[in-house]
């Protein structure tokens, strides 16, 4: 079945550190591909998305290219801030189905 | 812009008993969902509405209803809650069923049932 895959955390980096966090999706359909941010006692908040595949979403410094190739959908941002830690979950929309990976916990240290 | 609020954000309850969250969007999103959130499990999706009175299953709906009469309205209600329904749930929504359209979260409800 439909299912996303994310690399396991926690994940600790100090401040101004290059933050990549793996994500891969099943190949079943066309999904649009998300990548969605949770802070302590909130929500999950939209962080950036993509519709097709070489598609790149960005928001706040992080961005995400969709490949279809490879089947991934990798966060990066070049400089992460102590305000970045959150959970951060990959997610993939393939229609009557919005599949979730289980989260990866980031931990920016000042 | 109030977006989606939950309620409450703490509850906590005695096993057997009968729980009602609720769930208010304020932008006339056809879609709504019920997830839970587990550590170890991810976010699962418990029940989903396509419109007013249509309701459907998702991966863990047992011991759990849901109604939508309203909507802007989808309270989930845990008949007789048992302890392995303690959990974080969220509400969310969406625009329509279309695969490039995001959901939008709320806050959460924090259940604690002992």
């Known amino acids: 079945g439909d299912s996303v895959t994310q690399m396991e955390g926690p994940v600790t980096l100090s401040e101004e550190a290059f933050l990549t966090i793996n994500c891969t999706y099943t190949?079943?359909?066309?999904?649009?591909l998300f990548w969605y941010v949770q802070y302590p006692g909130e929500g999950l908040q939209l962080l950036l998305k993509a519709t097709k595949a070489d598609d790149k979403g960005s928001n706040k410094g992080f961005e995400a290219t969709y490949r279809k190739e490879t089947t991934s959908f990798h966060l990066e941002k070049g400089s992460v801030q102590v305000s970045d830690s959150a959970v951060y979950f990959c997610g993939a929309n393939y229609g009557q189905n919005f599949v979730f990976g289980p989260g990866t916990r980031l931990s920016v240290l000042p | 812009d109030a977006g989606i609020t939950q309620s409450p954000r703490y509850k906590i309850t005695e096993t057997g008993r009968q729980v009602t969250l609720m769930c208010h969007q304020t932008?006339?999103?056809?879609?709504m969902f019920w997830y839970r959130q587990d550590l170890g499990h991810g976010l699962r999706l418990i029940y989903y509405s396509a419109a007013a009175d249509i309701t459907d299953k998702g991966e863990v709906p047992d011991g759990y209803v849901v109604s939508r009469s309203k909507t802007e309205n989808f309270p989930l209600t845990l008949e007789s809650a048992t302890r392995s329904q303690t959990s974080v749930y969220f509400c969310?929504?969406?625009?329509?069923?279309?695969?490039?359209?995001?959901?939008?979260f709320g806050n959460g409800t924090r259940l604690t049932v002992t």
């Open positions: 932008w006339s999103h056809s879609y």
């Open positions: 190949a079943t359909g066309y999904p649009s």
């Open positions: 969310a929504s969406s625009v329509s069923a279309e695969v490039d359209s995001p959901l939008h």
